[in-house]
T-cell receptor, first 116, second 111 residues
Framework: DAGVIQSPRHEVTEMGQEVTLRCKPI?????LFWYRQTMMRGLELLIY????????DSGMPEDRFSAKMPNASFSTLKIQPSEPRDSAVYFC??????????????FGSGTQLSVL | GDSVTQMEGPVTLSEEAFLTINCTYT??????LFWYVQYPGEGLQLLLK?????DKGSNKGFEATYRKETTSFHLEKGSVQVSDSAVYFC??????????FGKGTMLLVSP
């Protein structure tokens, strides 16, 4: 299996622009997670889905952030409008078993976002 | 709420030195405990886990023992290599929740 695939690997944009991050989970996995990693705050869970349904989005920092999972093989995280403080590495992860069942997570390589 | 506290890094060692990275936790229930590793430019990957008290997780020469009495899960390796340079995350899981990660500890191993 190719693992969790994220795109793009790097994104540089200007403040106010819309940013869309993409994720393809491992085939057959039932849960998908979006994390943000910064030096100051470490690894933060933003949102997670079970069977394509958003379960908990309490980690999404503001209404500027939104995430969708239209099918089992694709998810997006959108920031509109972007701000410099959104600069971070964004990880997508998937797991075979539903979140809340002692799942093992498989992480993608991340998207390094820089908002100027 | 549930939380994980790790020692701050970076931890700087010479090759073949002994490694300990401390991890303590606070949990409302009876957690499972994990160590994840993040190599440069990559996502996290599971290194080892333990699901009950006194269990020892091990992988790639790394070990950690679930100590309920001290609420700890310290990571150890007897002889580190340059290729072990990475960020190490301690994490816990309590039923009907998701993983709670610590802030990570960077390990730098020099030849």
């Amino acid at each position: 299996d190719a693992g969790v695939i994220q795109s793009p690997r790097h994104e540089v944009t200007e403040m106010g622009q819309e940013v869309t991050l993409r994720c393809k989970p491992i085939s057959g996995h039932n849960s998908l997670f979006w994390y943000r990693q910064t030096m100051m705050r470490g690894l933060e869970l933003l949102i997670y889905f079970n069977n394509n349904v958003p379960i908990d989005d309490s980690g999404m920092p503001e209404d500027r952030f939104s995430a969708k999972m239209p099918n089992a093989s694709f998810s997006t995280l959108k920031i509109q409008p972007s701000e410099p403080r959104d600069s971070a590495v964004y990880f997508c992860a998937s797991s075979l078993r539903p979140a809340g069942t002692n799942e093992k997570l498989f992480f993608g390589s991340g998207t390094q976002l820089s908002v100027l | 709420g549930d939380s994980v506290t790790q020692m701050e890094g970076p931890v700087t060692l010479s090759e073949e030195a002994f490694l300990t990275i401390n991890c303590t936790y606070t949990a409302t229930g009876y957690p499972s405990l994990f160590w994840y590793v993040q190599y440069p430019g990559e996502g996290l990957q599971l290194l080892l886990k333990a699901t009950k008290a006194d269990d020892k997780g091990s992988n790639k020469g790394f070990e950690a023992t679930y100590r309920k009495e001290t609420t700890s899960f310290h990571l150890e390796k007897g002889s580190v290599q340059v290729s072990d340079s990475a960020v190490y995350f301690c994490a816990l899981f309590v039923g009907y929740s998701t993983l709670t990660f610590g802030k990570g500890t960077m390990l730098l191993v020099s030849p």
